[in-house]
C-alpha cells in the first residue's frame, strides 16, 4: 500500500466531518459514523492481500451444528477489504469485549476464524481507530463529586489506542450535536490532549461551532 494512504485517512474524516456537519440527522449512532470513514477507505484503497487464515471451528452446544460449514469458506482467502469495524483479537492489548471500532491493515495480514468470530493481529494495522457520538446528557452535566471520571468514555478510549504496537496511527474522534467542551474554561478539553498526546493520539472533536 502506498504511502498515500495517510493522506487518504485524512480525506475520509475529513468528508465524514462535513457529513455530519451538513446533516447530523443522518448519523445516529456511531457505528454509522465508523462505517462512512470505513466504507471512504475501502473506495479508496481497496483490498489488502491475506498471508495466513486460520480455522478454529470451536465445538457446537445443544441442537446448534458445529461452524465448519460456514467457515471453511474462509480457508480460500487471499484478499480482504483494507478496513475493518469492531477489530480485535487475542494478540490485542485490551480484552475482546473491547474491541476497536475500525481498523486499517496492511498487506500479507493474517486473519483468525475463531468460532466465527474473526480476530486479527495488531501487528498488520496501519491504523486504529475510536470514534464517539455525544448524545448522553451526563456528558453536559456539571458533576463536582465526579469530576475525576468526567469524560471517562473518551479518556478510556484514548489510553487503549495508546496500547497498540508502535508505528500504528492512532486517532479518536469525537462527534456531538453539544458544545461539550464550552465548559470549565476549557480545561477538559486541555486534559483530553494531554492525555491524547501522551498516547501518540491525534484527537479530533467534530462539534458545533461558535457563533
Not at 7 to 30: H, K, M, W
Not at 89 to 103: A, E, I, S, V, Y
Not at 128 to 139: A, H, P, R, T
Not at 195 to 210: M, Y
Request: glycine residues 8%; negative net charge.
Amino acid at each position: 500500500m502506498e504511502e498515500s494512504w495517510r493522506d487518504i485517512v485524512s480525506a475520509a474524516l475529513n468528508q465524514t466531518e462535513g457529513a455530519f456537519r451538513s446533516n447530523p440527522a443522518n448519523f445516529s449512532d456511531e457505528r454509522a459514523l465508523t462505517d462512512h470513514v470505513r466504507s471512504q477507505l475501502v473506495q479508496s484503497l481497496g483490498q489488502v492481500t491475506v498471508s495466513t487464515v486460520a480455522v478454529e471451528d470451536g465445538t457446537s452446544r445443544g441442537s446448534i451444528p458445529d461452524h465448519i460449514d460456514y467457515t471453511r469458506r474462509y480457508n480460500d482467502t487471499t484478499t480482504i477489504d483494507c478496513a475493518h469495524c469492531e477489530v480485535g483479537g487475542p494478540k490485542f492489548p485490551f480484552p475482546d469485549t473491547h474491541r476497536m471500532d475500525l481498523g486499517l491493515f496492511d498487506d500479507g495480514m493474517t486473519l483468525r476464524i475463531n468460532g466465527g468470530t474473526q480476530e486479527f493481529d495488531p501487528s498488520d494495522l496501519l491504523a486504529g481507530f475510536e470514534f464517539k457520538y455525544v448524545k448522553n446528557i451526563n456528558y453536559l452535566r456539571h458533576r463536582p463529586d465526579m469530576e475525576s471520571i468526567k469524560y471517562v468514555d473518551i479518556a478510556t478510549d484514548i489510553s487503549r489506542l495508546g496500547e497498540l504496537p508502535q508505528g500504528v496511527e492512532r486517532w479518536c474522534v469525537i462527534f456531538g450535536n453539544y458544545g461539550m467542551l464550552r465548559r470549565d474554561d476549557g480545561q477538559v478539553a486541555d486534559n483530553l490532549q494531554a492525555l491524547a498526546a501522551k498516547h501518540d493520539v491525534s484527537l479530533r472533536f467534530v462539534l458545533p461551532e461558535v457563533g
